[in-house]
C-alpha cells in the first residue's frame, strides 16, 4: 500500500483523473462514457471531489456573508450536517444501482458511486467562489447570489443524471423514467429504515423494561 503511494504512476493517475472532472464538466456524454469505459475515472479522484463538496459545505457555514446565512453555531450539529449530503448520496447510489440491475443496466455499484461523485464537481467549484463573493455585495445585488447557488446544484443534478444515462447505457427516456424511479426508492429505503429502527428501539425499550421489572421483584 505504502509502495504504491510512493510510485510517480499513482499520483500521475490520480490527478489525471482528478483533472478529469472538468472535462466532464464540458462535455458530459463523451466524459461519462470514458470515465467507465476508459476507466478515466478512479475512486481517489470521486472520493476526493466528495471531500471538497462537504469542505464548501462547512467553509459556507462560516465565511459566507451574513446577509445571506445566519448561522446558530450553538445549535448545530456538524454530523448531522454532513450527514445531510452522505445519507442521501448513499441512498442514491444503492436505489439507483438496484433498479438499474434489474432492468438491464450496463452500471456496476462503484461505477455509479464514482460518476455521481464526479457529478458534484461543480459544487465546491462555484460555491467556494461564491462564498467569498458573498462578502462583496449588498443585499440588492444578492440575488445574483442566490442564482449562482442554484444553478450550482441543478448543474450538479442534471450532470449526475447525465452521468447514470452514460454508465447503463439507457435512452434519455428510459434514463428520466429510472432517475424518477430511484427517487422513489430513496424514499422507500428512508421508510424501511425507519420501520426498522422503530422496531429497534421498541425492543430494547422492552428488555430494558423487563430487566427494570426483574430487578424490581428481587
Not at 449530503?85 to 447510489?93: I, K, N
Not at 462583496?136 to 442566490?146: A, D, I, L, R
Not at 426508492?185 to 425507519?194: C, K
Not at 429502527?197 to 428488555?207: D, K, L, P, T
Request: with cysteine; aromatic share 18%.
Amino acid at each position: 500500500m505504502i509502495a504504491a503511494l510512493t510510485k510517480k504512476e499513482t499520483w500521475v493517475r490520480y490527478f489525471d483523473s482528478l483533472k478529469f472532472a472538468l472535462y466532464i464538466m464540458t462535455h458530459p456524454l463523451d466524459g461519462y462514457w470514458d470515465l467507465t469505459h476508459e476507466k478515466r475515472g478512479t475512486y481517489a479522484a470521486a472520493n476526493t471531489i466528495l471531500i471538497l463538496t462537504l469542505a464548501a459545505r462547512i467553509l459556507k457555514l462560516r465565511y459566507t456573508s451574513f446577509i445571506f446565512m445566519t448561522v446558530y453555531w450553538e445549535e448545530l450539529n456538524i454530523f448531522l450536517y454532513l450527514g445531510s449530503v452522505l445519507f442521501p448520496l448513499a441512498l442514491w447510489v444503492i436505489g439507483n444501482w438496484a433498479l438499474t440491475t434489474l432492468f438491464d443496466g450496463k452500471g456496476k455499484l462503484g461505477q455509479v458511486y464514482i460518476a455521481t461523485c464526479y457529478g458534484l464537481a461543480p459544487y465546491p467549484l462555484i460555491q467556494i467562489p461564491l462564498m467569498i463573493f458573498s462578502n462583496f455585495v449588498t443585499v440588492e445585488e444578492g440575488q445574483f447570489y442566490m442564482v449562482l447557488s442554484v444553478i450550482s446544484l441543478i448543474y450538479c443534478a442534471i450532470w449526475i443524471v447525465a452521468g447514470m444515462g452514460q454508465i447503463h447505457e439507457f435512452s434519455a427516456g428510459k434514463n428520466l423514467l429510472f432517475t424518477v424511479a430511484s427517487l422513489f426508492a430513496m424514499l422507500v429505503m428512508v421508510f424501511i429504515l425507519l420501520i426498522f429502527f422503530s422496531m429497534v428501539s421498541q425492543g430494547v425499550y422492552y428488555f430494558i423494561s423487563l430487566g427494570r421489572e426483574f430487578l424490581f421483584r428481587l
